[in-house]
């Protein structure tokens, strides 16, 4: 969404932001954005208490109507962005409905019975068949979305900066940290959350002359450190930091089978790593194999291991598909996928017919 929002001030459009309060102790967005942000009252997730779920609230439609609205961009609705869209449908304003989380599986995996299968898809059939527009991020969940009866479902895929996250960032001296013995460097960037089977990764982590590296932060983090315990936890990293550590790397691993996306595999392609994935999903697009990275069955640790081997045991496989998934995204910039937005907003407010393609036909 920063990335949005930052293109439609450069494209000269006002977009306005309205998002949960963080968790006290959480760091805050400061200094100018080119956008104003407004917050509205959140509560914590089930087992995951920095993951806020934004309340309704009368600062919704107070917002809209202040900042003089156009279009409603949904971004993931299911709690803040179902009530944005009541409040869009009651001013009239046109909506598109952005889908991003599997939520259906997410609540599974959290054990939230009533969010659960059947619940979950009826309620996102409801917020997304109400949209003029669904934007889904992958072939695969828009056949999902499909399936399940949501209606006007276009493909809208997420850009990469291929500026910062480069090969050339590749630093020996955070390599000789790391790997001081000269093993194969391994790493996993996301979340630490169930939903994400980071622990499928044990395998990985015991293979010889590999050292696997886990870049991020989240609920289980301390379980994972007692189920991974040759790994080293490096923490949240951002920016140029994460950059240096993506192109530090020599293979890319990731283990979630819900991502209806998988945006750092995008990033990782883009530093010139071969990528490792479940074939579930957002993956299934951003990962030709053989080619540019391997493809394995989901929730299986032994696949994943056998997959890091193969590439771990040869360099040349290495370099030849991190060459070939840096080329794969190199026309996946921000701007052409802010664009391709802005034409989808052109379209619902029926000012322009955008060259997309529904994901339907």
Known sequence: MVRVAEHLVARGHRPLVIAPEPASGMPRVT?????PVVRVPSLPMPGYPTFRLGLPS???????V??????????????????????????????????????????????????GGAA????LRRIHNAADRTLAPSTASA????????????????????DRFDPKHRSAALRRALVPGGEVLVGYVGRLAVEKRVELLAGVSKLPGVRLVIIGG??????????????????????AQLARLYASLDIFVHSGPFETFGQTLQEA??????????????????????QT??????????????????LAASPRLRQSMGVAGRRLVEGRSWTAIGDELIEHYSAVLGTAQPAATPAAA
């Open 218 to 239: 989240g609920p289980v983090e301390a379980s994972l450190r007692q189920a991974l315990p040759d790994a080293v936890f490096l923490g949240v990293r951002q920016g």
């Open 31 to 35: 200094g100018p954005l080119g956008y």
């Open 66 to 115: 202040a900042h003089g609205t156009d279009v409603v961009h949904l971004a993931g609705p299911f709690f803040l962005g179902a009530r944005g869209s009541t409040v869009a449908q009651h001013l009239g304003l046109p909506t598109v409905a952005v889908y991003q989380t599997d939520v259906p599986s997410y609540a599974t995996a959290y054990r939230m019975r009533e969010l």
């Open 58 to 64: 009368r600062r919704l439609s107070e917002a809209l």
């Open 120 to 123: 979950a898809w009826r309620w």
């Open 269 to 290: 392609a883009s530093s010139g790593l071969p990528v490792v994935a479940p074939a579930a999903g957002g993956p299934v697009d951003l990962v030709n194999h053989g």
């Open 293 to 310: 990275g391997l493809l394995v069955p989901p929730n299986s640790d032994q696949a994943l291991a056998d997959a890091v081997a193969r």
């Open 143 to 162: 056949t999902a979305l499909l399936a399940h009866g949501v209606e006007r479902v276009w493909l809208w895929r997420r850009g990469v900066d291929t």
